[in-house]
C-alpha cells in the first residue's frame, strides 16, 4: 500500500527554503545548511574517537583510482579492487571532515580540499558494476552523468555534508572548491534523479529494492543541503516522495523484508532515513510515524535477530549482521514502539564497536548518530514465536532467552525474490544461540553473482541448501516456482507447505510436503513425497558443528545435540565438500565453525515419508 500519496497535491509550500532548512529538527541543536553547527552533543569518546581515526590516516595518500582498475570488472569480474580505492576516498574524507568540525583548528582543511578535488575530478561516480551495461566492453570514461546508483548518490551525499559542516574552513581557503561541488551535485546528483526515469526508482509499475530508498536518502540530503532554487527543491522532494512510495507499495503489512536484515539496513532503514530527511525538510509537514506498517517495517530487524551478531540468513545475507543499534533505537522512538527502542537500546549497551567506523554510505544517520542523545538502556526479550506471511517466514523459539534451547527459522516464498537463492522449504536450526543446521550464506559478490550464471555458484543453489533434490533434479530459479498449500499453526509451533512446485517437472514430482515444527524441546521435520513413478531422493543437511555418523539412524553434533532420521534413509558425509576452498567470504563468517554437508538417501520409492528430529541429549 502506498501511505504518502496524500502529500502528492498538498506538497506546495511546505517545502523549506535552503536558507531556513535545518538538519535534525526533532532535537535541541538542528544543524543548517548555512554552516552554522550543533554538534556539542557528541559525546566525549565520539569526539576522542573521530579525531583519533583522522589522525591515524592523516599521513595517509589518497588511493589513486586507475582506468586499468576501472575496467577490471569487464576484464575479469573483479570489482572489489576498484571499490577498495573508490570506497577508502570516501571514507578518508568523511574522517576528516568531522574530525575538523570537532576540532575547528584547521589542522585536517587541506586534507579535506584534497580528497573533495580528487574526487570532483573523478571521470564517474557510478562504480563499474553498476554501469549500464551498453557500456559493458567499452566503460564511459566521459563526463557524461546520465545515470545514478547507490554509490554515486553517496558520494553526491557525502560532498553536500562535508562542505556545510566547513563551509567556513573551505570559503577562506578558496571559496571556488564549494562552487565546483555545488556544480558537480546538480550535474551528477540531482540532474538524472530528475530527467530519467530508471529502473530502481519504480515508475513502471516494477518491484524495486533497497537501491530505491538508499538512493534517495542520499539524493534528498545532497538537494536539502545544496540546492537553492525553491521551486527545483519542492520538485525534487515530490519526486523522491513518488519514488519511495513505490518502495512502500511493495511491503506486505507484515513489514518483512524479503533482502534479509543484511539489506535491511539499506532498504527498510533507508526508508526510515528518508523520512526523517522528509520530516525535516517540510518542517515536520510529512509524517508518517504513525503508521503501523513502518513500525512493524522496523520491529523485523529485531524478529530476525537470532542471537549475538547472528541474524536469519536467507538469500544473500552473510552469517553475522552487525546492525545500526543507535539508529534502530531511534526507529523505534519516532515509531512508537518500546519494543524495537529496546531492542536497540540493548544490543548497543553488549555489541558496541569502540572506535569511529566512518560510515559513509548513509551520511544522515551517521551525523544524527552522533549529534543524537543517548538513550536510557532498555530490557528486550525476543518474541517465542513469530509468522511473516508476506515474506513466507516462520520463527519458534524454545524460551525467550536468546541462549537457551532451541530456535528454528523456514521459509517458503518463491525462487525470485529480491537476492534469490533456490531455496523454498529451507530451515536453519540453532541451540543456545550457536548454529547446528545452517544456511551458508552469500559469498563474495562478482561480475557473475547478478548475471545469467548466478545459479551457477553453489551456494545459491537448493543442494546446498536443507533441501531435498529429487531424483537428481534441484529447484529453479523464477516466481513459478514456489511454495503452496502454506499453513503456519501457531498452536501447534509448525509450518507446513507443499514445495514441489519449487522443482522443474523433471524432478517427477507430484506433491512434496515438509511440516517443520518445534514442540517441547524437539525439532521434527517431516516430508510426505510422492513420485510420479519409482525414484529417489537425497536431502542435504548443511552442519555447522563436527559429526559423527557411526551409528545408523543418529547423526551426532559436537555439543550433545542429536539428529535422528528415518530408517528409510541412509547418512553419508560429502567428502568433497570444503568451505574453506569454496568462498573466502563464506569461510571467514563461518570461521569459528566446522562445515559439512551430510547427504541423506533414500531408496527407490513412489510415495513415503522421511522425517529428522533433533535434541539435546
Request: with cysteine; hydrophobic share 40%.
Amino acid at each position: 500500500m502506498k501511505l504518502l500519496t496524500k502529500y502528492y497535491e498538498t506538497l506546495g509550500g511546505k517545502v523549506l527554503p535552503l536558507d531556513k532548512f535545518r538538519l535534525f529538527i526533532d532535537l535541541a541543536e538542528p544543524i543548517s545548511a548555512s554552516g552554522d553547527i550543533g554538534l556539542d552533543n557528541i559525546s566525549e569518546s565520539d569526539r576522542d574517537g573521530i579525531i583519533a581515526a583522522a589522525e591515524k590516516i592523516f599521513d595517509n595518500p589518497y588511493p589513486l583510482t586507475l582506468a586499468s582498475d576501472f575496467i577490471r570488472f569487464w576484464r575479469d569480474g573483479n570489482r572489489s579492487i576498484f571499490e577498495g580505492f573508490y570506497f577508502t576516498r570516501r571514507n578518508m574524507l568523511l574522517t576528516f571532515a568531522l574530525a575538523e568540525a570537532i576540532e575547528r583548528k584547521n589542522r585536517f582543511t587541506d586534507r579535506v580540499m584534497d580528497g573533495i578535488m580528487l574526487i570532483c575530478d573523478e571521470y564517474d561516480w557510478v562504480i563499474p558494476a553498476h554501469i549500464d551495461h551498453r557500456y559493458a566492453l567499452n566503460p564511459c570514461f566521459y563526463h557524461k552523468h546520465n545515470n545514478l546508483d547507490l554509490f554515486s548518490a553517496m558520494t553526491g551525499a557525502t560532498l553536500a555534508l562535508v562542505t556545510t559542516l566547513l563551509r567556513g574552513e573551505l570559503d577562506a581557503t578558496a571559496h571556488e572548491i564549494r562552487e565546483r561541488v555545488i556544480y558537480e551535485l546538480h550535474e551528477r546528483i540531482c540532474a538524472p534523479f530528475m530527467e530519467r526515469d530508471l529502473g530502481w526508482m519504480g515508475f513502471a509499475g516494477n518491484a524495486v529494492n533497497n537501491w530505491n530508498p538508499w538512493i534517495v536518502s542520499n539524493v534528498l540530503l545532497t538537494a536539502a543541503l545544496t540546492e537553492a532554487d525553491g521551486e527545483y527543491r519542492e520538485s525534487l522532494t515530490l519526486r523522491a516522495i513518488k519514488m519511495v512510495d513505490n518502495f512502500i507499495n511493495g511491503y506486505h503489512t507484515d513489514g518483512g523484508c524479503d533482502e534479509g536484515p543484511s539489506y535491511w539496513g539499506a532498504a527498510g532503514a533507508s526508508l526510515f532515513d528518508v523520512l526523517e530527511l522528509l520530516y525535516d525538510l517540510t518542517d515536520g509537514y510529512v509524517d508518517i510515524f504513525g503508521e503501523e506498517l513502518i513500525r512493524r517495517m522496523g520491529e523485523y530487524e529485531a524478529d530476525f535477530n537470532i542471537s549475538g551478531s547472528y541474524y536469519i540468513n536467507f538469500a544473500d545475507c552473510p552469517a553475522h549482521v552487525r546492525p545500526d543499534f543507535r539508529m534502530i533505537a531511534r526507529y523505534g522512538r519516532r515509531v512508537g514502539s518500546p519494543r524495537l527502542t529496546a531492542f536497540g537500546t540493548s544490543s548497543l549497551a553488549k555489541y558496541a564497536r569502540p572506535g569511529f567506523s566512518g560510515n559513509h554510505w548513509q551520511l544522515y544517520r551517521t551525523l544524527k548518530n552522533l549529534v543524537e542523545p543517548p538513550y536510557e538502556t532498555g530490557e528486550y526479550k525476543p518474541a517465542r514465536q513469530c509468522w511473516y506471511d508476506g515474506i513466507c517466514v516462520a520463527i519458534e523459539r524454545e524460551t525467550d532467552e536468546y541462549d537457551k534451547g532451541f530456535f528454528v527459522a523456514a521459509k517458503g516464498g518463491h525462487n525470485a525474490e529480491s537476492h534469490n537463492h533456490n531455496d523454498v522449504g529451507n530451515f536453519i536450526v540453532y541451540h543456545d544461540g550457536k548454529p547446528v543446521l545452517l544456511d551458508v550464506g552469500v559469498g563474495a559478490y562478482t561480475k557473475k553473482t547478478f548475471s545469467s550464471d548466478r545459479y551457477k555458484i553453489w551456494s545459491m543453489c537448493s543442494d546446498y541448501h536443507n533441501l531435498p533434490t529429487v531424483n537428481g533434479i534441484t529447484q529453479r530459479a523464477g516466481k513459478n516456482f514456489h511454495a503452496e498449500d502454506i499453513a503456519y499453526d501457531k498452536a501447534g509451533h509448525s509450518l507446513s507447505l507443499d514445495i514441489s512446485k519449487a522443482y522443474p517437472d523433471e524432478a517427477g514430482l507430484v506433491s512434496l510436503c515438509r511440516r517443520v515444527s518445534l514442540d517441547d524441546g524437539v525439532v521434527t521435520v517431516s516430508d510426505d513425497v510422492k513420485l510420479k513413478a519409482e525414484g529417489e531422493v537425497c536431502f542435504t543437511l548443511m552442519c555447522a558443528r563436527g559429526v559423527d555418523l557411526s551409528q545408523s539412524g543418529v547423526i551426532k553434533f559436537d555439543g550433545g545435540i542429536e539428529l535422528c532420521y528415518s530408517p528409510n534413509l541412509t547418512a553419508e558425509l560429502d567428502e568433497g565438500f570444503d568451505v574453506s576452498a569454496e568462498d573466502d567470504s563464506i569461510k571467514n563468517n563461518w570461521k569459528e565453525l566446522t562445515i559439512s554437508r551430510v547427504l541423506l538417501r533414500s531408496k527407490e520409492f513412489t510415495e513415503d515419508k522421511f522425517e529428522v528430529k533433533l535434541r539435546k541429549v
